[in-house]
């Protein structure tokens, strides 16, 4: 498949990729035994099938990823299917035919950048309405629980004040949005999650711009549910987010299609982890 437009508006095209900041974990042995129980490996399946076959851009769409803020999970020249229904309340006879989920916490989502929705970002799902979080030196608390995350990557031994002590006084510059939700959502010490709306992290936790620097991600900014990797390919960040004709990255392509793509990405299915509390 072709990248040609990688930083264009969305297009006709199901799948001309768009760079997507990233946040998402592929398919382990855990999730099989924590994952989601509705949509099971064959409903996953049949699902993606059904939208390669048939997909429009109101259903499906494929993004790149260009940020290393979820290795090792999800990798930079990641390219990735996204349900666009996942997400969608069923309808009469709809509900019947495609398996729709609620939001929920460990579900990886997709969804318009919150300070500028002309972006789109891929994160996990830490929070839902309602939930009350917070960080001790890096350990994440859910509801008043230490969580085992183990699609979490720590690679720094460094305790940031703020980004690892959460919520706290910013020792960095923050959005507005992250501002309000620390003057108006915090209680006892914890973040508490508004109505209609998500707390969400990158599992690279320690490279992630997420909702401690943005605030919280509103229910209607969510696009939906990356499913699988349709092609990896190793390219630097600077090719994957050009927004032009990028000569460099074609001739790259032309000599190394073969030893530069991953293979053994290909095809494989993304998952969330079932952050039971």
Known sequence: MQDDNLSADIQSDPVSPQPIEAAAAIDTPEDHQHGEQPRGAIAEWAVTILLLLFGTTA??????????????????????????????PAGVVSKYILPYTPV???DIIVF?????????????????????????????????????????????????????????????????????????C??????????????????NRDSSLDSRYWGFVPRANIIGKPLLVYWSYDAPTERLVNSGVDIEHLLDLARHFFTKTRWKRTFMLIRGYDLKN
């Not at 990823?65 to 996942?86: F, R």
């Not at 940031?160 to 108006?184: C, G, H, I």
């Not at 915090?186 to 599992?203: H, K, L, R």
């Open 59 to 88: 259903l499906i769409q494929a993004f790149v990823i260009p940020t290393g803020s979820m290795e090792d999970n999800l990798l930079i020249g990641d390219h990735l299917l996204v349900d666009k229904l996942a997400f969608a």
């Open 112 to 184: 318009r950048y919150p300070v500028d929705i002309r972006q789109t970002f891929v994160k996990r799902v830490i929070g839902v309405p309602g939930d009350h979080i917070k960080l001790i030196n890096k350990q994440l608390v859910l509801n008043g629980k230490p969580m085992d995350e183990p699609y979490k990557f720590n690679k720094t031994d460094f305790i940031d004040s703020y980004r690892d002590n959460f919520p706290t006084d910013p020792n960095t510059r923050v959005d507005d949005r992250a501002l309000e939700m620390l003057d108006k």
């Open 104 to 106: 929920k916490r460990g």
């Open 186 to 203: 915090v209680v006892n010490g914890e973040v508490v999650v508004p109505p209609d709306s998500y707390f969400a992290m990158g599992d």
